[in-house]
């Protein structure tokens, strides 16, 4: 079974950083373009990054541009987002998704299942 692991979410003060990992199991993710979203208390998921299959397209989300970074480590079967400047804006639930197509990696309504995802609370 094709499956998602979300990691490294926290509660961060305003300023703050954070890295979150998604990790794959049961395939490899090099094969994949893969999505990063988050979804705030009663706000649609959203996508916020976007790298695709060997890294060499980034994409961002322009609330997140300048102070997130997409990376990928295909040999460790890792997708990282670094997230700088972390603001009380940025909290929610991040998941990540692999898919086919870079050109709708954004688009959350691309997607039909979604995992646990990891909570990233910012606040003072």
């Known amino acids: 079974q094709l499956q998602l692991v979300e990691s490294g979410g926290d509660l961060v003060q305003p300023g703050g950083s954070l890295r979150l990992s998604c990790a794959a199991s049961g395939f490899t993710l090099n094969v994949y373009a893969i999505g990063w979203f988050r979804q705030a208390p009663g706000k649609e998921r959203e996508g916020v990054s976007c790298?695709?299959?060997?890294?060499?397209?980034?994409a961002y989300a322009d609330s997140v541009k300048g102070r997130f970074t997409i990376s990928r480590d295909n040999a460790k079967n890792l997708v990282y987002l670094q997230m700088n400047s972390l603001k009380p804006e940025d909290t929610g639930v991040y998941y990540c998704?692999?898919?086919?197509?870079?050109?709708?990696?954004?688009?959350?309504?691309?997607?039909?299942?979604w995992g646990q995802g990891t909570q990233v609370t910012v606040s003072s």
């Open positions: 790298i695709s299959r060997l890294g060499s397209s980034i």
């Open positions: 998704q692999a898919t086919n197509s870079y050109a709708t990696c954004l688009n959350a309504r691309a997607f039909d299942s």
